[in-house]
């Protein structure tokens, strides 16, 4: 019996479906050890993952040159806030003024 080889647009695959459950899960701001280190190279070498600092990446868009930040900015206080999470637990927060200005924009947006 003649074993069929994946193709690599179905690997591709399989890592995004690992991506998207961790997407599901609310992982924006996604460590290296939540996922496999083969899905984690294949989907940055397709764009669809950018690393941040080692071991911390955020969703990205293979259609968008290198050097652009609009990810970082658009995933920026998700990742902090995971990142400061994972690593200090409860034992971080803002300064008053940004907390008062993430806080002011917050209540602006959902009056």
């Not at 690997?11 to 496999?36: C, F, M, N, P, T």
């Not at 400061?84 to 993430?102: A, I, M, V």
């Amino acid at each position: 019996m003649a074993q069929t080889m994946i193709t690599p647009h179905e690997k591709l695959a399989q890592s995004l479906e690992a991506y998207q459950a961790l997407q599901r899960q609310g992982g924006i701001a996604i460590r290296s050890r939540d996922l496999s280190r083969l899905h984690r190279e294949r989907l940055m070498k397709n764009g669809f993952l950018q690393e941040v600092i080692k071991g911390w990446y955020i969703p990205a868009r293979p259609d968008v040159s290198s050097g652009e930040s609009t990810a970082w900015y658009a995933s920026f206080w998700d990742f902090c806030g995971a990142y400061l999470n994972k690593r200090f637990g409860d034992n971080w927060c803002l300064s008053p003024e940004q907390s008062s200005c993430l806080y002011s924009q917050f209540h602006a947006c959902t009056a």
